[in-house]
C-alpha cells in the first residue's frame, strides 16, 4: 500500500475509534458513569494515535495496523458495554443491551493484536522463518477463543453488566468454563513466546534494532512495575494503568520513527539511578525511624507519632551519604546500560596492556578507538592520522561509524570536528601526529576524570603513532631496498652476458684467428719462407687487435686511467671521446675508495652517453667537487629535455645510476622539462677515515689488482 491510500485509511480508522469513544463518553455521562465515560480513553487514543501516526508514515510496517486494530477493537467494545449499561437502566429491550454487550465481548477478547506487536516489533516482520509456527499459533489459539467466547455464556459473564443474559450459548458452561481456563493457560504461554521472539531478536540484532527494542521494553517495563506498585499501595490501581500504559504505544511510535531514538540509554540509566535513590532513601528512613525507634526508649518516641529527633537523624544520614550514594548507582546503571565502563586506571593499565604487544596500524587503531569509547563512555570514538594539514580518520568505535573523512587541522590547535564534543591532539616531542575525539551520547557531557582520561590517553597515543609511522616508513624502506636489489642483481646479470658476449664475438674469435694461422705456419715452416713471414705478419697484427679488444674490455670493467690518476683524468679522457663539446671543472677533488671513484665514474659516463644519445650537439658540462664530506658530481646539457618520470618509467639508465649511487650510501636526482635541457645530480658520502685528506690512496693496491 502506497502512503496516499494508507493515510486516508489509517486517518478513517482512527476517527472510528474517536467516534466509538464519543458514543461511549455519551452513553457514560447519561447514565452518571464518568469512568467508562473517559477512563480509557487516553490509554486507547494513544494506541490508536500512534498507530494511525505510523500506519500513515510506515505503511509496510504491521506494528502501526496492530496498534489501530487493539485501539478500535477495544473502543467499539467499550462503546457496546456503556450502551448496554445505559439500554439497561433506560428500560430498553433487554435484548438490544445482550447483543450489544456480547459484541462488546467478542471485541475485548480479541487480543491477538497485542501478542503480534510482541513479535513483530520493530519492523513488522518476524524475527526470521522459524518463527511462523508461533505467529499461525497466535492466530488459531485468538480464533478458537473467540469462537468460544462468542458461543458460550464464559466470557460474557465475567464482562457484561450484571443482568444480562448471554443471547448466544451453543457450548454448555459445563464444556465452555474448563475449555476457556485452558485457552487462558495457552495464551499465557503465546505472550511469553512473542516475549521470547522479542529477545532473540534483541540478541541477534545491534545498533538501531536495539535501541528501538529498548524504548519498547523500557516503557513497558516501567508501566508493569509501576501499576504492581500502585495495586499494592492502592485501592485503585486502574489510576495508574490509565496514566501509564499510553507511554508503550508512544514509545514505540517514537522508537520505529527513529526520533532520538539513541537518547533511550541516558533516559534508563537515569531511571534507574532515581529508582535505586528512592529505595536508599525508603530504606534509611524505615530503618533509621520505624526501627530505631520500635526499639528505643520513650525518650526516643512519643506515642505512636514519629520521632522528631529520628527524623531528623534519618535527613541527616541521607543528606551526607546522598553523594557518595547517587555516584555508586551512577556508575551502577552505567555499567547495566552501557555495558563495561573501566575507571580511568584500569582504562590506561588495559591501553598500555593492549598497545604492548603490535603496532600494525590496521590492528592498534581499532584497538585504541575501542578503549577511547569504552574508558569515557562515548557513544562513538575516533582516532586520526595527520596527513600534511588535515587529519584522516584511521579508525573508529563502534565499526559503523561514519566520521567525516577529512578535517582541516592547523598545527597546535585542536580542529571543530563536527558531531564531537572534545578532540584532543596527539603530539610527541612538540610534533602533531594526529588526534582523538568522542561524542558523547545525548544528555551527557565528558566529566572533568573523563577529560582528564582522554588527555592522558592522548599522551600515551603520541608515542605509538609516532611508531606506527616509523614502521610505515621502515617498511616503505625496506621495500624499496628488496627492488633496488633485485635490480642491482639484474643489472650484474646483463653486465656479465654482456662481457661473455663482448668476449665471444671479439677476443674470442681473434685467438681462434691467431691459433688457426699458427697452425698454418707450423705447417708451412722450413717450406715456404716467404709465406712463413707474411703469415708471421699477420699474426702480429692479429694478436695486437686481440690485445686491443681486451684493453677496451677492461677499462669497460674497471679503467687503468680511473686506478693510476683518479676520477678527474678518467673523466676529462672520457669527456673527449664524446661527439659535441663537454666540459669538465674539478673542485678540490682527491683520491678515494675505489668503490666511490667507480661508482661515480660511470654515473658520469652514463649521464655523458645519455646527453650524445638524447642531445647530439649540445654543450654539455660536468662538475665534480668535494663538498664537506661529500663527493658530488653534476652533468648538465642544454638538450631538448624529458620527463623525468616517464623516463624512469621507460629506460633502466638513470634506475641504475640511482641504484648504484643508493649501494653506497648516495643519492642521485634529475632534474629536466622538456625544452628547458637536463641535469644529472649525484653525491656520496665519504667514509670518516677519508673525509679530513681525501681518504688512504688506494693506488699502490689498484695497480696490484689491475696489474698495470
Not at 525 to 543: N, W
Request: charged letters at 15%; hydrophobic letters at 50%.
Amino acid at each position: 500500500m502506497t502512503t496516499g491510500p494508507a493515510r486516508w485509511l489509517a486517518g478513517g480508522l482512527l476517527a472510528l475509534t474517536v467516534g466509538a469513544l464519543a458514543v461511549s463518553a455519551g452513553f457514560g455521562v447519561a447514565i452518571g458513569d464518568l469512568a467508562d465515560a473517559f477512563g480509557f480513553a487516553p490509554v486507547l487514543l494513544a494506541f490508536a494515535g500512534v498507530g494511525a501516526f505510523v500506519a500513515s508514515h510506515r505503511p509496510r510496517n504491521a506494528i502501526g495496523w496492530l496498534f489501530l486494530a487493539q485501539g478500535l477493537g477495544a473502543a467499539l467494545g467499550l462503546a457496546g458495554l456503556t450502551y448496554a449499561k445505559y439500554a439497561m437502566r433506560s428500560g430498553a429491550p433487554p435484548g438490544a443491551a445482550s447483543w450489544a454487550a456480547w459484541v462488546a465481548v467478542f471485541f475485548i477478547e480479541a487480543l491477538f493484536p497485542l501478542f503480534l506487536i510482541l513479535l513483530l516489533y520493530p519492523d513488522g516482520r518476524l524475527p526470521s522463518r522459524r518463527w511462523r509456527p508461533a505467529l499461525w499459533l497466535i492466530l488459531a489459539a485468538n480464533a478458537l477463543l473467540l469462537t468460544v467466547a462468542a458461543t458460550s455464556d464464559v466470557a460474557f459473564e465475567g464482562a457484561a453488566p450484571a443482568g444480562l443474559a448471554a443471547p448466544v450459548t451453543l457450548i454448555p458452561h459445563r464444556i465452555a468454563g474448563p475449555l476457556v481456563s485452558d485457552l487462558e493457560v495457552v495464551m499465557l504461554f503465546l505472550f511469553l513466546l512473542s516475549a521470547a521472539g522479542c529477545v532473540v531478536r534483541y540478541r541477534r540484532a545491534s545498533g538501531v534494532v536495539r535501541q528501538q527494542i529498548k524504548w519498547f521494553a523500557y516503557a513497558g517495563i516501567v508501566a508493569a512495575v509501576g501499576f504492581v506498585a500502585a495495586a499494592q499501595v492502592s485501592s485503585q490501581p486502574v489510576i495508574a494503568f490509565i496514566v501509564l500504559v499510553p507511554f508503550v504505544p508512544v514509545a514505540a511510535g517514537v522508537a520505529i520513527m527513529k526520533y532520538r531514538l539513541y537518547d533511550i540509554d541516558v533516559v534508563i540509566s537515569k531511571t534507574i539511578v532515581l529508582g535505586l535513590l528512592a529505595a536508599f532513601i525508603t530504606a534509611v528512613y524505615v530503618l533509621v525511624v520505624v526501627g530505631l525507634g520500635s526499639l528505643g526508649s520513650g525518650s526516643l518516641h512519643a506515642g505512636s507519632q514519629p520521632n522528631l529527633g529520628l527524623s531528623i537523624l534519618a535527613t541527616a544520614v541521607v543528606a551526607v551519604a546522598f553523594q557518595p550514594v547517587r555516584e555508586r548507582m551512577q556508575h551502577l546503571a552505567n555499567r547495566l546500560v552501557f555495558g563495561r565502563r573501566a575507571t580511568p586506571y584500569e582504562a590506561l593499565s588495559d591501553f598500555a596492556g593492549r598497545m604492548g604487544g603490535a603496532y600494525a596500524a590496521e590492528d592498534v587503531l581499532p584497538r585504541m578507538a575501542r578503549v577511547l569509547a569504552e574508558a569515557t563512555g562515548a557513544g562513538h570514538a575516533v582516532v586520526w592520522l595527520k596527513d600534511g594539514a588535515e587529519l584522516v580518520a584511521g579508525a573508529c568505535w563502534p565499526a559503523d561509524a561514519r566520521p567525516p573523512a577529512r578535517v582541516a587541522c592547523h598545527d597546535g590547535q585542536a580542529p571543530a570536528i563536527t558531531g564531537a564534543d572534545r578532540v584532543g591532539l596527539v603530539r610527541y616531542q612538540g610534533e602533531t601526529l594526529g588526534a582523538l575525539s568522542v561524542s558523547k551520547r545525548p544528555g551527557e557531557n565528558l566529566t572533568p576524570v573523563e577529560d582528564k582520561l582522554m588527555s592522558d590517553l592522548a599522551a600515551q597515543a603520541g608515542l605509538l603513532l609516532r611508531n606506527i609511522g616509523l614502521t610505515q616508513q621502515l617498511q616503505a624502506k625496506l621495500t624499496e631496498l628488496q627492488a633496488s636489489r633485485r635490480r642491482v642483481v639484474a643489472a650484474a646479470d646483463d653486465q656479465r652476458r654482456r662481457i661473455e658476449r663482448d668476449i665471444h664475438d671479439g677476443a674470442q674469435q681473434q685467438l681462434l684467428a691467431i691459433a688457426a694461422k699458427l697452425a698454418e705456419a707450423e705447417s708451412v715452416a722450413g717450406q715456404d719462407d716467404e709465406r712463413e713471414r707474411a703469415l708471421v705478419a699477420q699474426l702480429k697484427a692479429e694478436t695486437s687487435s686481440a690485445l686491443q679488444i681486451l684493453r677496451e674490455l677492461a677499462r669497460g670493467i674497471y679503467p687503468p686511467l680511473l686506478a693510476d690518476q683518479g676520477l678527474t683524468a678518467a673523466v676529462s679522457t672520457q669527456a673527449g671521446k664524446a661527439p659535441g663539446p663537454v666540459e669538465v671543472t674539478a673542485d678540490r677533488l682527491g683520491r678515494y675508495p675505489a668503490e666511490i671513484e667507480t661508482a661515480i665514474y660511470f654515473c658520469c659516463v652514463e649521464a655523458l652517453h645519455n646527453a650524445a644519445r638524447h642531445a647530439p650537439g649540445s654543450a654539455v658540462r660536468v662538475s665534480l667537487a668535494e663538498d664537506r664530506g661529500q663527493v658530488t658530481f653534476t652533468v648538465t646539457d642544454d638538450g631538448p629535455g624529458f620527463d623525468p618520470a616517464a623516463a624512469a618509467a621507460a629506460g633502466s639508465g638513470l634506475r641504475n645510476m640511482s641504484d648504484r649511487l643508493a649501494a653506497l650510501g648516495g643519492s642521485c636526482q634529475v632534474g629536466s622539462r622538456p625544452g628547458q635541457g637536463t641535469t644529472v645530480a649525484g653525491r656520496i658520502g665519504l667514509p670518516d677515515a677519508a673525509a679530513g685528506n681525501g681518504g688512504a690512496d688506494p693506488l699502490t693496491d689498484r695497480t696490484r689488482r689491475n696489474g698495470s
